[in-house]
């Protein structure tokens, strides 16, 4: 026969095929006289045995159709065949109880509890087979779940990943037209910008295929990032980092920190006389990029979604969820660490 799924199913069938000729001993022991010990001992053995050929001769059916006959070619078709031939070997079961077990029993047997027998052992296999089909579609229901998640997640990381390549364009044209007109102004600045412009790329194509990174090496890549900003805006865009050394070793999904900030930038007004302060900290198990809030009226670049995307990656990455809390004067974003 074949394996079970697992010890643990195969204990529970065959305990209770054991529990029922149990049970049926004690009802025979307690109701009927004419059994002695020997012959209802003799009795549940052999209950045992038929039970067991047809749960197992059913099992063997239900398997074979999987092979040879499977659900997708003809549900319908497939739950009537596997019905018929489980009435058949029920059938054949109390054929045998007629023939070899009636002559048998030590008293005469009522016509009507007879007729029942026979109805009982052509419709047993049918509930069998019913656990047979629960199992099947409730499998069926679990794959599509797991399919539709792993589909979701999917969805959610091409989302974030072609979030990321708007962002990298826009900010290489702008990096690269403050590095033109400094390359005249301040030529040692100059050198200075487009060095650590090679680090953020490099950065980013180191990790844009990693599913999370130190949150250490990402604030590490920020800095360089910190710097093109700041020379880019002068003072008009404050960024300030305070994490603590023993929150540096969690996780964190790479350029989440830029995406953030450019988040911020994109949104609010950002000049010398009205500056952007942007804090970057740690509370808790989060990690949270806030800013003054200074509300553009209209942002031509922005499609709504980037928040969105982020968090729909976080949620398949962690059980905590990505928050976003805005007040008459403050914007926070709070990142769960992995």
Known sequence: ?????????????????????????????????????????????????????????????????????????????????????????????RSIIYYFGEPNIPFKLDSLF??????????????????????????????????????????????FDNLKNQLNPHFLFNALTSLNSLIFEDQKLASQFLQHLSKVYRYVLQNKDKNFVPLVTELNFIQGYVF??????????????????????????????????????????????????????VMGDYLIVSNNLQERKMV?????MGLDNLKSLYRFLTDKPVLIEKTDNRFAVKVPLL
Not at 118 to 125: E, K, R, V
Request: charged share 20%; glycine share 4%.
């Open 1 to 93: 026969m074949f394996a079970y799924k697992s010890k643990r199913q195969f204990l529970i069938v065959y305990g209770v095929i054991f529990g029922g000729a149990v049970m049926g001993f004690l009802v025979r022991l307690s109701k009927f006289e004419e059994f002695t010990t020997k012959g209802n001992f003799l009795v549940s053995v052999v209950s045992i045995a038929l039970i067991t050929f047809i749960w197992e001769s059913l099992r063997y059916i239900n398997r074979f159709l999987n092979t040879s006959y499977p659900f997708e070619k003809n549900i319908a078709g497939r739950i009537v065949l596997q019905l018929f031939c489980g009435t058949i070997v029920g059938l054949i079961v």
């Open 114 to 159: 007879l007729a029942t027998t026979w109805a009982l052992y052509a419709l047993l296999p049918a509930f069998i087979n019913l656990i047979f089909f629960t199992d099947y579609f409730i499998g069926r229901w679990k794959d599509s779940l797991v399919l539709a998640e792993r589909l979701e997640k999917e969805k959610s990381q091409v989302q």
């Open 228 to 281: 093109l900003l700041e020379t880019r805006f002068l003072h008009a865009v404050k960024i300030s980092i305070n994490v603590k050394e023993e929150k540096k070793e969690q996780a964190i999904v790479p350029v989440t920190l830029q995406i953030l900030i450019e988040n911020a930038l994109k949104h609010n007004i950002a000049d010398r006389e009205k500056p952007l302060h942007i804090d970057i900290t």
């Open 300 to 304: 031509e670049t922005s499609n709504k």
